[in-house]
């Protein structure tokens, strides 16, 4: 089989950081022998995250087996969404932004056995629903745990406790259509209802202002699926949550103008 190299696009600090994260784990379980050192582990989970490549193809290039290559990406992974900041703390950062902006966004995954709960019957595939919070600004702040495609927007927040923290950190939200309902600080458009006149001048001027700002949460979501291995998991839906809560790691990392 031919190889060929190929580039990563995160930065050294990220590489280093990953790196660090696994001689730590190494040296606490006292191993004895590697068949790669810790940088050129983490170099594989990082290909494998952000640039989609497959276990089979990473095994090839970096000439391990199969089994070795899946084994160092989770562990990998395992340990940086240990590190994942809780809710808790992503509140308290939240709270301190002008105003935030809440979306949800499918990632999609492989068909599996019991597959109904997964099916997304507004886009139509099998996925899981992911909560994405962004800043003014865009900037991804934080991603919440995957539950199952099928579950709604609305939903899925009130099962995090997203609705009731983020009302209890007395910032400004806003949200599409789907978040109708949800109370509190969260602004939704105005919604057009069945049998009833269409909406004023002023509703619509309203909407239009605050389909604007939501536009701006749309990068967040775009910076979530950057990372290539979201373009459509092909491993067991319940590593979701693991997986995202990795990146989340490794985007504040590289973004992050000091060292953690």
């Given at each position: 089989?031919?190889?060929?190299?190929?580039?990563?696009?995160?930065?050294?600090?990220?590489?280093?950081?990953l790196?660090?994260?696994?001689?730590a784990?190494?040296?606490?379980?006292?191993?004895?022998?590697?068949?790669?050192?810790?940088?050129?582990?983490?170099?594989?989970?990082?290909?494998h995250?952000?640039?989609?490549?497959?276990?089979?193809?990473?095994?090839c290039?970096?000439?391990?087996?199969?089994?070795?290559?899946?084994?160092?990406v989770?562990e990998a992974?395992d340990?940086?969404?240990?590190?994942?900041?809780?809710?808790?703390?992503?509140t308290?950062?939240?709270?301190?932004?002008?105003?935030?902006?809440?979306?949800?966004?499918?990632?999609?995954?492989?068909?599996?056995a019991?597959?109904?709960?997964y099916f997304?019957g507004?886009?139509?595939?099998?996925?899981?629903?992911?909560q994405?919070?962004?800043?003014?600004a865009?900037r991804l702040?934080?991603?919440?745990?995957?539950l199952?495609?099928?579950?709604?927007?609305?939903?899925?927040?009130?099962?995090?406790?997203?609705?009731?923290?983020?009302?209890?950190?007395?910032?400004m939200i806003?949200?599409?259509?789907?978040?109708?309902?949800?109370?509190g600080?969260?602004?939704?458009?105005?919604?057009?209802?069945?049998?009833?006149?269409?909406?004023?001048?002023?509703?619509?001027?309203?909407?239009?202002?605050?389909?604007?700002?939501?536009?701006?949460g749309?990068?967040a979501?775009?910076?979530?699926?950057g990372?290539?291995?979201?373009?459509?998991?092909?491993?067991?839906?319940?590593?979701?949550?693991?997986i995202?809560?990795?990146?989340?790691v490794?985007?504040?990392?590289?973004?992050s103008?000091?060292?953690?």
């Amino acid at each position: 089989m031919l190889s060929y190299p190929s580039a990563v696009a995160l930065s050294s600090r990220t590489l280093n950081h990953l790196a660090d994260l696994i001689r730590a784990e190494r040296t606490r379980r006292r191993g004895r022998w590697w068949r790669l050192d810790a940088g050129r582990q983490a170099l594989i989970a990082l290909a494998h995250l952000r640039n989609g490549d497959t276990i089979t193809r990473l095994a090839c290039g970096f000439t391990v087996s199969v089994t070795t290559t899946w084994r160092y990406v989770r562990e990998a992974i395992d340990l940086l969404a240990a590190h994942a900041e809780d809710q808790n703390a992503a509140t308290r950062r939240i709270g301190r932004l002008a105003y935030a902006i809440l979306d949800g966004t499918l990632i999609p995954i492989d068909r599996v056995a019991d597959q109904r709960p997964y099916f997304s019957g507004k886009h139509k595939r099998h996925g899981v629903n992911v909560q994405v919070i962004a800043d003014c600004a865009g900037r991804l702040v934080w991603a919440s745990p995957a539950l199952p495609g099928a579950v709604h927007d609305l939903t899925a927040a009130r099962t995090h406790g997203l609705i009731d923290a983020l009302n209890g950190a007395n910032v400004m939200i806003f949200a599409d259509k789907a978040y109708q309902g949800a109370g509190g600080g969260i602004r939704t458009p105005f919604k057009r209802r069945r049998y009833r006149p269409g909406l004023s001048r002023r509703q619509k001027t309203v909407n239009r202002h605050h389909a604007k700002i939501r536009a701006v949460g749309e990068r967040a979501v775009a910076t979530l699926k950057g990372w290539k291995v979201l373009a459509k998991l092909r491993c067991c839906p319940r590593r979701a949550t693991a997986i995202v809560q990795a990146i989340l790691v490794l985007h504040h990392v590289q973004t992050s103008r000091h060292p953690r």
